[in-house]
C-alpha cells in the first residue's frame, strides 16, 4: 500500500532519522527509536505488538513492555503528524486489531531505495551496462551515511545492522569490481585500501586490492600484500589464505617470471587444496559433469544443514565443467533474490555467459511477470542447451521465488533430450512447503537427492589439522567435539580461542529461519544443557507438552536437535549451544540460570539439575537458593557428594544471611568432606563453635576428632575427645561414643591419657569395640 499523503523521508541506513520536507522530526528515545525502525523496515505492512516486543526487548521484556509500545507509538504518531487531531484517524502511523502500520512511500526510505537500486544494477549487469551499473550502485552507496540503525536498541535491530552492513560491503566489493574493469584502477584501490583498514582478514577485498595493484602496475606491491595478508592469518586465526586469494597470487606472478620476483616475496607451497572426505558425493557429480560429453542431461540435488560444505562441494565437483564445454552458470539465493520473480534463475542463466541474443532475450526477461514468463525462461534455456551443454547451478535454492521454483520444475523436463545438467543445493526442505513439493516431484521424476551430511571424527580431525597445523591435540579434539561435523563451525572454532565473532554470525543466521518461539525453545535447551528431558523445556518455558512437542519436532526434522536415549534433547553440533549460551551477556546468563533453577525445582525436578544451574555461572546462592538447598541438601549428598561439595562451598562462602540455614549447609558440608576423606574438621568446627544444638556440636566434635586421627595428629584428636567428655551439654549417646573412640585412639597417644580418666577407659573397652561414623 502506498500513503496517500507522503512527505516523510526515513533513514535507515545510518543514525535513524526522519523529515518531512525539510523539517528534522524528533523520533525520541532509544526503544522509541526501535520501534521506529520496526516499523520502517516493514513499511505498509501490518506488525504486531508481540512482535513490537520481540524485536525491541527480545526475551527480557519487561511486564510493562506492553503499554510501553502502546506509548512509544502514540508519541511517535505525535511527532510524525503534528497536525492531527488526537481524536482523527491517522495518515502515517495507523493501528488497528493489536497491530500497527506505517504507511510511506517505498522511495521515501534509503533501505528500499537501496533494494531498488540493487535489482536495478542486476538488470544492467545481464544487458552488459558496466557503466550503468557502476552509476547505479554508486547511487545505492551515496545512501550510506554510516552504520545502519546506528545506535538503536534491540535484537531485532542487532540481527538488521549485521545484515545491511553485509549487503553494503557486498556492493562496496561489486562497485570495486567494475572500477577495476573499467580501468579507474586509482578509485578502486583508494576504496579498497579503506575496506582492508575496516576489515583486515577479509580475503575477497584483499583479492580485489591485489587485483587493481597489479592492473595498474604495481605488482611487487601486489604481491607483499598477500604475503603480509598471509602472515596475519595465520598469527590470528592460525589459517592459511583460501583457494581464491591464492589464485589471485598465482596469476600475479603468472604474468611474469617467478625469478622477478623478489627473494623476500618468494611464495610458500600452499596447503593441499583437495577437499576432505565426501568421496562418494564428489564422484556422483563428476560423474554427471562427465556425462554431458556424451549429450546426456542430469539433475542432482543436494541438501544439508547451514555450514555443512555444499558450496564447496560443488565448486570441486564442477571444476572440470569446461573440459566438456560446459561454463556453469552459477548464482545462489539470498533473500534480495524473493523480491524480484526469476530474478535467481536470470542470474543463473546470465554466469552462463549467453551470446549477445540470448543476453538480450534475458534482458527482456527481467521486465516480464507470471506464467509466461516462465515459458519463456524455460524456452531460453532449451534453446541455450541446443548448442552447447550447459550447466545450471542454484545454491541456496530455498531462498528462491515461486516462479524460479516453477521454472525449475520444468526445466527438468528437458534434460532427457539435451545435455542439460541441473545442480541445485539447498538447506533441508522441511520448513519450506513449496521447496518440499518441488523436491517430492523431482524425484518422483528421476532426480537425484543427496544429503551431505557431517564428516567423521577422522575427517574432522584431519580437516582441523589443515587450518591449523600447529593447534595443540586437546584444543583440537574440542573443537572437533564442539563442531560436529560441521566444516564451517570447525573452521571457526580452530581459528580463534573462544567464541569466533564469524561463528555466533553464522549461528545467528542460521536460527534465522525460525520463530521466536521456536528460538527461545531453543535457547531454554542451550541454558538447560545436552540431556534435558521434554518435560523440563516444558517446566521452564511454561509450554504444555504437545504444544512443546510439536515445535521440537521441526528442530529435530531439520537436525538442528537430536532426541537421546529417551526423552531427552541434544543440540547436534554444540557449537550451536555455545554459541546460544555463552553469546549471551554474562549479567543476563545468571539471570537466566537463576530463573531456569527456580522452574525446575518448581516443576520437581532432580536436585542434581537444580544445582546444575547454580553451578553453571556465579549464580548467587540468595535467600530462595539457600532453602531449597537445606531442604535437598541431604539427597544430593548421597547421590552426587561432588556436586553437593561444589554448591555448599559456595553457599556457604556467600551471602546467605539466613544464620540458621548457614550453619544446616555448613555442618552438611563437613558431613560430605568427611565422608569423602578430605579436611572438614575447619568447617566443622566453625559449627561447633556457633550452634546451639548439643547434639550437632556433638556431631560436629566427632568429626573433628576424626579428621584429626586421619591426618596421624593422634594427640589432638584425643585432646579433643577429652575436652567433649568434660562438657556437661554433651548428650549421653555421644557420650558414650566418646569413650569407646578415646579408647581406640589411646594406643597412639602416649601420654595423653593418664589418671582416673584412663583407668575408666580401660574399663569400658571390649573386644568387639568399633569406631563407627554416623552417616
Partial sequence: MTAEHPGVRVRLLGPVAAWRGDTSLSLGSARRLAVFSMLAL?????????????AVWGEDAPASATGNVYTYV???????EPRRDRWSAGQVLLSGGGSYCLQLNADDIDVMRMYALLDQARSQRIAGDLAGQLATIETGLALWHGEALSGVPGPHAAAQRLRLTELRLAGQQRYATLLIEVGRFDEAIAMLRQLVEEYPLQQNTHGLLMTALHRSGRRAESLQMYHDLRELLIEETGSEPGEALRQVHDEVLSTSGATEEPAHLAPTPAPATAMV??????DRLRRAVAELAGGRGGSVWFDGEPGIG??????????????VGARPGWASGDELAKRRPLSLLLDCLAAADPDPPARARLQELREETGNAAVERAVALVRDIGATRPLVLVVDDLQWADEATLLAWRSLHQLIRHLPLLLVAASRPAARNRPLALLRRVLAEQGAETLHVGPLSDAEAIELAGRLAPDL???????????????????????????????LVAAVGAHLDPYGEDTRHILRTIAFLGDGCTVSEVAAVTGRSMPDLLRATQETLTAGLLVAEAGPQLAFRHPAVRRV????????????????????????GGSPERVVAQMLAGPVPIDAWAGRWLADNVEQLAARSPETAIAILRRATT?????????????????????????????????????????????????????SHHRRAEHVSAVDGILAALRDNTVPERWQDRYRLLLARLTPYAVGAVAGPELATIRATRSPDDRISVIR
Fill in 74 to 80: 502514540s508519541e511517535l504518531r505525535r511527532a510524525l
Fill in 580 to 603: 546460544l549460551h555463552e553469546g549471551t551477556p554474562t549479567a543476563l546468563r545468571v539471570m537466566l540460570h537463576r530463573a531456569v533453577a527456580e522452574k525446575i525445582a518448581d516443576g
Fill in 472 to 502: 595443540s591435540r586437546p584444543a583440537l579434539d574440542q573443537a572437533v567435539a564442539d563442531a560436529a561435523g560441521n566444516p564451517y563451525y570447525l573452521q571457526q572454532l580452530v581459528a580463534a580461542d573462544g567464541l569466533h565473532p564469524a
Fill in 310 to 323: 555444499k558450496t564447496a562441494l560443488l565448486a570441486e565437483g564442477l571444476r572440470n565443467a569446461a573440459a
Fill in 42 to 54: 516493514h513499511a505498509n505492512q501490518p506488525v504486531s505488538r508481540e512482535e513490537l516486543i520481540n
Fill in 654 to 706: 556467600g551471602a546467605i544471611t539466613d544464620a540458621a540455614i548457614r550453619e544446616r549447609l555448613t555442618a552438611w558440608l563437613a558431613r560430605v568432606l568427611f565422608w569423602r576423606g578430605d579436611g572438614a574438621d575447619a568447617d566443622a568446627g566453625w559449627v561447633a563453635a556457633r550452634s546451639t544444638d548439643p547434639e550437632l556440636v556433638a556431631e560436629m566434635r566427632w568429626i573433628i576428632a576424626l
Fill in 277 to 282: 572426505g565426501r568421496g562418494p558425493l564428489l
